[in-house]
C-alpha cells in the first residue's frame, strides 16, 4: 500500500525558516517524481514544486511564488522527500501535501494528508 | 502560465442526480488534464488522469472527457460520499495548475 506521511509543520515567524518531511512506503521510491503542493486556509489548490528522479539528476521545478525560497530535496536511501522553506511569508500559511507522480502519466497518483504550516508574528 | 478555469463553482444535486463539471485551459494541452476529489478536511484523492482515465480504485461512475482546452468531469448516480470539492489540475507545462475548484452541495 502507498502511504505518504508529512511531518515537520507548525508555528514559524515572518522570515523564519522550517523544513518539511515526507516518508513514503510502499512503492519503489528512487523511480519515482515527487511534487509538493499547498493549500491556504478555506483556498484552492497550489503546485509548489517538483523533484524528479535520480535517473533525471534529481532536477526540480518551482512555482514562481516560492522559487528562491524553498528547495525541494529527497532522500533515496531513507525513502524521505523534504520541502525546506526559507524567508517565510504570511503567505505561505498552508497545508502542504506530498504527492507522488505516475511515472506513465507524470500526474499526481497518491497524496499524504497534509502538515499545517501558519506563518505568523 | 496556463489557467484553467472550473465552471460552476459550486451546484447542488441530489442523491441519483448526474452531474456535469466543467475545466477549460486558455491554451491547448493536449489530455493533460487530471481530476481531483477532496472532501472536508481532507487530504485530496486522485481520480482521472490523461483526461479520460480512471485511476485505480476509482469507480466507473466517474468519468472524463476532452482534450485541447475543454474538459469534463461527470459523475453518475451521486452517492452522499460524493458531495465533495473537485478540482482539475493541467500537467502539460510547469507551472503545473489547478482550477478553482467546484463544490458539489446536497440539495
Known amino acids: 500500500e502507498v502511504q505518504l506521511v508529512e511531518s515537520g509543520g507548525g508555528l514559524v515567524q515572518p522570515g523564519g525558516s522550517l523544513r518539511l518531511s515526507c516518508a513514503v512506503s510502499g512503492f519503489t521510491f528512487s523511480d519515482h517524481y515527487m511534487d509538493w503542493v499547498r493549500q491556504a486556509p478555506g483556498k484552492g489548490l497550489e503546485w509548489v514544486g517538483r523533484?524528479?528522479?535520480?535517473?533525471?539528476?534529481?532536477?526540480?521545478e518551482y512555482a514562481a511564488s516560492v522559487r528562491g525560497r524553498f528547495t525541494i530535496s529527497r532522500d533515496d536511501s531513507t525513502n524521505s522527500l523534504y520541502l525546506h522553506m526559507d524567508s517565510l511569508k504570511t503567505e505561505d500559511t498552508a497545508v502542504y501535501y506530498c504527492?507522488?507522480?505516475?511515472?506513465?502519466?507524470?500526474?499526481?497518483?497518491?497524496w499524504g494528508q497534509g502538515t499545517l504550516v501558519t506563518v505568523s508574528s | 502560465d496556463i489557467q484553467m478555469t472550473q465552471s460552476p463553482s459550486s451546484l447542488s444535486a441530489s442523491v441519483g442526480d448526474r452531474v456535469t463539471i466543467t475545466c477549460r485551459a486558455n491554451?491547448?494541452?493536449?489530455?493533460?488534464l487530471a481530476w481531483f476529489q477532496q472532501k472536508p478536511g481532507k487530504g485530496p484523492k486522485s481520480l482521472i488522469y490523461a483526461a479520460s482515465s480512471l485511476q485505480g480504485g476509482v469507480p466507473s461512475k466517474f468519468s472524463g472527457s476532452g482534450s485541447g482546452t475543454d474538459f469534463t468531469l461527470t459523475i453518475s448516480n451521486l452517492q452522499p460520499e460524493d458531495f465533495a470539492i473537485y478540482y482539475c489540475?493541467?500537467?502539460?507545462?510547469?507551472?503545473?495548475?489547478f482550477g478553482g475548484g467546484t463544490k458539489v452541495e446536497i440539495k
Open positions: 523533484s524528479r528522479n535520480r535517473a533525471n539528476i534529481y532536477s526540480t
Open positions: 504527492t507522488r507522480i505516475n511515472m506513465g502519466a507524470y500526474c499526481i497518483d497518491y
Open positions: 491554451q491547448g494541452i493536449g489530455n493533460s
Open positions: 489540475q493541467q500537467y502539460k507545462s510547469y507551472p503545473l495548475t
